[in-house]
């Protein structure tokens, strides 16, 4: 497992991919950050992180279905699939290694984002606590938005439509807040309830503002574990059907 982790993970870093990927999340987030500075109105020079999170979600979102679109959808591009699902890696062992490498660079791009912090750290007041959930909770963010991806990469032999499809996927979650809000779902408690228990904007929105709610925490980790469960099924079965 080890080894195809490390062979994913050179594939990221000995290519420019990581890294145009790593530049334009940088540059997403020093957009955000200079539109948030530039919307304060007092010249105290404090930061709310969890709200540049929230606000800018639509153009974070961008970047998780390009670090997926790759992890199986060029193996049966490129006919590498068979050798890789006839190797002595179980399918677990092969979906959890292309996973761990994703959000391996993941959390390189989090490291990276860190310089804005420790800037504001240095010119102002950093409230840590917040801070350290707004990173955990995006975090989680993530890595359901990676396994949702991944699945999607499974399911097709084009990198480019499964970054497509995963794109309206995801933006389709981000539309979940909007959708709770109209007065035809408000007026219908249930279907209001179940909209809102799939947005997981909203509970990173309750998770980075300090208010931890183990519903929360299970949403996240549950729904990641089940994409990935499924990844499993459905890689499976394609193997067996090569057997």
Known sequence: MFSLYKKEIQSFFYSPFAYVLSALFMLIYG???????AQMETSVFQFSFPDMFYNHFF?????????????????RRGGTEVQLLTSPLT???????????IVTVFLFMLVLSLFFPIYIS????????????????FFLWGTACISIGML????QSSSIIAAIIGEIIMEGFLALDQLAATKWI????????????????RRFLF?????FRLEDLVFFLSLTVMVLFWIILHIEKRRRTQN
């Open 31 to 37: 957009f955000a950050f200079v539109t948030r500075i």
């Open 59 to 75: 153009y974070f979102i961008f970047i998780i279905p390009l670090l997926t679109m790759r992890s199986f959808a060029d193996e």
């Open 91 to 101: 399918v677990p062992q092969i979906v959890l290694a292309k996973f761990f490498s």
């Open 122 to 137: 240095q010119h102002g007041t950093v409230i840590w606590p917040s801070l350290i959930c707004s990173y955990l909770s």
């Open 152 to 155: 999607l990469s499974s399911m």
């Open 186 to 201: 408000e007026s219908n408690p249930k279907i209001n309830s179940v909209v809102t228990w799939f947005s997981m904007q």
């Open 207 to 211: 998770f980075a503002q300090g208010m």
